[in-house]
């Protein structure tokens, strides 16, 4: 998106202004390509199938603790631990969509839209507690295995694989290509593999009366919560320290950039995410002096922005168009 501005160079205290050629509307930006761009959570994103989710995953839960407490298993009260983060992924999910729908208002110029990143880190710190918790009473239980009901862990592990089929299917359906909902997907999905160890646990415990495959079923789980806490954290990471989209070759995008007619230079060319699905991209773009004597400026600036949706799909851009003796007295440039 870029923004009106007056056809001038940024001012020697630093400040910048965006060259926009008069008449373009910088409320129209997003239409160069087909279709509009969705900004981070989409407002269409069905809530209901959340909700499901949640309800679900949450009797399950209840249900799940005093089994485990009546059985013994350690797996069982894992899973159930590991469950009630699930059951705070969906509701952090949810209250993250609710302020990403916020407009933008007074100094929130983004509105709330990083709320759905938060969300998915807290996620990820989550699964990394969880999974610490668990890995030490696993080991203590490995070293000193207590007796383990298997018929109940095996019947209750069953459900739990039914139950979080239900709620992974559920969550799938609502819209993934935020971080946010990904990472409460992520929960549930180490859920149901655990679950599925639970199971085969609980099998080698009735045939062999061997207990110690509880922890080592625990032990998997962990390393399940582990390789989700990851990957969320890692992503949401590089939101939060504004680095540039894993899938935007930076020197591609510059390499277009310079192909554009009038164009001469690119430099403070940024590109990050401001929420999933909502990447952006400021640049200073030094063009020849006849792009502004010709009245060029307005054709160029279009150029730019059908050069970064066609090949990039990115919409949100902010450039400042500016002469080439501009940067011999402009601060802070790379």
Known sequence: MSERAPLCTGSDDGSRSHAVAPGHDDHKGHAHGSGGHTHGVSSNADRRYLWGALLLLGSFMVAEVVVAFISGSLALLSDAGHMLSDVGAIGAALWAMHLSAKPARGSWTFGWKRAEILSAAGNGITLLVVSGIVA?????????????????????????????????????????????????????????????????????????????????????????????????????GRVLLEGAPKDVDLEDLQKHLLETPHVLSVHDLHVWTVTSDLPAVSAHVVVSDECFTNCDAPRTLDELQACLHGHFDLEHSTFQLEPAGHAAHESGTH
């Open 136 to 236: 030490f009473e696993a080991i203590r239980r490995l070293i000193n295995p207590p007796a383990v009901e298997g018929g109940a862990v095996l019947i209750v592990a069953l459900v739990g694989v039914a139950v979080n089929i239900g709620a992974a299917w559920l969550v799938a359906r609502a819209n993934r290509t935020s971080l946010n909902v990904e990472g409460a997907y992520q929960h549930i999905l180490t859920d149901l593999y655990g679950f599925i160890g639970t199971v085969i646990a609980g099998v080698v415990i009735l045939l062999t009366c061997w207990t110690r495959a509880d922890p080592i079923a625990s032990l998997i789980v962990v390393g399940l919560m582990l390789y989700a806490a990851w990957g969320l954290l890692r992503e949401s």
